[in-house]
């Protein structure tokens, strides 16, 4: 008789640490709830309300993950912020559409349970969602030994929001002789982390030992949701882009209504060291553009009558500046001028 016994421990899966983990969800600190815990963490189904002052409610949703922004984090053994990176991926696309975030929830896949680095993980989501001034409702940890190797795993997040139907931002808003404002970027974000990671490693660069780099490279995504959502409130935009894969271009493009033309001039953008830094590692001024935000997180068109206010919404670091306009044209993107890379 064979007395060996098979059990979901010793096949790499451990539901008591899972547990563990949720329990640790549920209980973490926030500014706005104190030491409450979440009702829902932990049950089948999350359930929220929305909210009541709004009286066409549309519901918006959003999911997005992190990219090989996580391989970073493994290599330099910090997982306190991509968190906030995937909060702000998700959250920063809702507020596009107008919609004001009202719940995340969040999956996240492993080798192996390691609770040192999925509480950091989520105490990076929970301080996304506090930013964000939404809820994190649930989520969902899988073990899964044989698909990933050691050591290794992918965060993925879904965002829901709402908006009244007649503050949806649409392209029907965005006119003729409206401005185009870049706001600054934290950095790189969440992308082109792939393009930086063969860089590093043809040059053989041991990014333990640069503190540019390190500092550079796990900086926290820039959460627009409060700036924006006070200006959507105040009627100050017509519309607005999240800068993420594909760079200035492929972003803004969609949001221009067929007819016209957003007018880019690249000579007004402020860069950062990090885009300097990476432009100086032989990648062209087309790549740069198509892969990296280049320094501006988000792109808000207006008119030009409510700049001043505008720039009342924004810390100093984060001020809206002008890099373009809206004219009739059949391109819906046009780029004029060139980077200073050397600012």
Not at 14 to 23: E, H, M, Q, R
Not at 29 to 43: E, H, L, M, V
Not at 324 to 341: A, E, Q
Request: glycine fraction near 8%.
């Amino acid at each position: 008789m064979n007395k060996k016994k098979f059990t979901y421990k010793k096949s790499g899966v451990n539901i008591g640490a899972a547990d563990k983990f949720v329990n640790f969800i549920s209980t973490i600190s926030t500014k706005k709830r104190g030491k409450k815990k979440f009702s829902n963490i932990g049950g089948f189904g999350s359930i929220t309300n929305l909210p009541s002052n709004i009286k066409q409610p549309r519901i918006v949703a959003c999911t997005d993950g992190v990219g090989t922004k996580i391989e970073v984090a493994n290599t330099l053994n910090k997982f306190d912020t991509i968190g906030i990176d995937l909060v702000a991926m998700s959250v920063n696309d809702l507020i596009v559409q107008g919609a004001k975030p009202l719940l995340f929830l969040d999956y996240i896949s492993i080798n192996k349970i390691d609770l040192k680095k999925l509480k950091a993980i989520i105490k990076g989501i929970n301080n996304g969602c506090n930013q964000s001034g939404c809820e994190l409702v649930g989520g969902e940890t899988a073990e899964m030994p044989g698909t990933y190797e050691k050591g290794k795993f992918d965060i993925a997040g879904f965002a829901v929001g709402v908006v009244d139907k007649n503050k949806i931002l649409n392209k029907k808003k965005i006119k003729e002789n409206n401005l185009i404002l870049a706001v600054p970027s934290s950095g790189l974000h969440s992308n082109g982390y792939s393009l930086i990671r063969y860089l590093i490693k043809q040059k053989k660069i041991n990014i333990k030992k640069n503190n540019f780099l390190k500092s550079e490279l796990l900086k926290p995504t820039k959460i627009y949701v409060k700036e924006i959502m006070k200006l959507i409130n105040n009627n100050l935009i017509n519309g607005c882009a999240h800068i993420t894969g594909g760079g200035l271009s492929d972003n803004i493009k969609r949001i221009i209504p067929d007819k016209l033309s957003a007018n880019i001039n690249l000579d007004e953008i402020k860069t950062s060291k990090i885009f300097n830094w990476l432009k100086n590692n032989k990648i062209s001024n087309k790549e740069m553009l198509k892969t990296f935000n280049c320094g501006v997180g988000f792109c808000l068109i207006v008119e030009s009558k409510n700049l001043k206010k505008i720039n009342n919404f924004f810390t100093k670091e984060y001020k809206p500046y002008v890099i373009g306009n809206i004219s009739k044209g059949k391109n819906k993107v046009k780029l004029n001028g060139s980077i200073n890379w050397s600012q």
